[in-house]
């Protein structure tokens, strides 16, 4: 069935860096821009960036540009994230989701169960 | 960037209610807006796309209605499993924005 399992979260210390996988099964995947959402403790959902299914194309929020990188593997089913300098305030879990969509019906119809990241000393 | 204002924050009510959700955008994002449910410690789920499509498998009591910067989520009979917070998502520009969320709990 269609699926996204994000991995690779954890502890980090500030100043610190990770990189967060997400596999994707069940569709072909790079007919599809893929995102990471993430949501802080007790927090709303937060968009941080996007990467077109060809690599063509790839967006970040100002609050992790020049910091976060998103890259995709099609022959492999994988995007990842890698963050660096990470700061106490990139503590959350990070979904990945499959966007879908071309003008209104632009949504995220397929979320992986999260992975949670936290940044502290 | 679009700031996406819900209201109320928080909402109480009874399995049978009928209940609304009120979304506004900073500007207008024509019909541009879909509408998550997002249950406890789980990922957010799609229920309302485009304004007012259903998403596949969503139950037809979800309605959403609106365009330009004013929208609404009505769940016209509330069931158990619709106790959840709810977000909306404006997709007309990036950086894609979510509202604050509605907490939807039972009274």
Redesign the interface.
């Known amino acids: 069935q269609v699926q996204l399992v994000e991995s690779g979260g954890g502890l980090v210390k500030p100043g610190g860096s990770l990189r967060l996988s997400c596999a994707a099964s069940g569709f072909t995947f790079d007919d599809y821009y893929m995102t990471w959402i993430r949501q802080a403790p007790g927090k709303?959902?937060?968009?941080i960036s996007y990467i077109s299914g060809l690599n063509s194309h790839r967006?970040y929020?100002?609050s992790v540009k020049g910091r976060f990188t998103i890259s995709r593997d099609n022959a492999k089913n994988l995007v990842h994230l890698e963050m660096n300098s990470l700061r106490v305030d990139d503590t959350a879990v990070y979904?990945c989701a499959r966007r879908v969509?071309a003008?209104?019906?632009?949504?995220?119809?397929i979320?992986?169960?999260?992975t949670g990241v936290t940044v502290s000393s | 960037d679009i700031q996406m204002t819900q209201s109320p924050s928080s909402l109480s009510a009874s399995v049978g209610d009928r209940v609304t959700i009120t979304c506004r955008a900073s500007q207008s994002i024509?019909?541009?807006l879909?509408w998550?449910q997002?249950k406890e410690g789980?990922?957010?789920?799609?229920v309302i796309?485009?304004?007012s499509?259903l998403?596949t498998g969503v139950p037809s009591r979800f309605t959403g209605s609106g365009s330009g910067t004013e929208f609404t989520l009505t769940i016209s009979s509330l069931q158990l499993e619709d106790f959840a917070t709810y977000?909306c998502?404006q997709?007309y520009s990036?950086?894609?924005?979510?509202?604050?969320?509605t907490r939807l709990d039972i009274k």
Do not use: C, H, I
Not at chain 1, 44 to 47: C, N
Not at chain 2, 42 to 46: Q, S
């Open positions: 709303g959902l937060e968009w967006d929020a100002d979904f969509g003008t209104t019906d632009d949504r995220f119809d979320w992986g169960q999260g | 024509t019909q541009y879909n998550y997002q789980k990922a957010p789920k799609v796309y485009g304004a499509s998403q977000y998502q997709s990036m950086p894609y924005t979510f509202g604050q969320g």
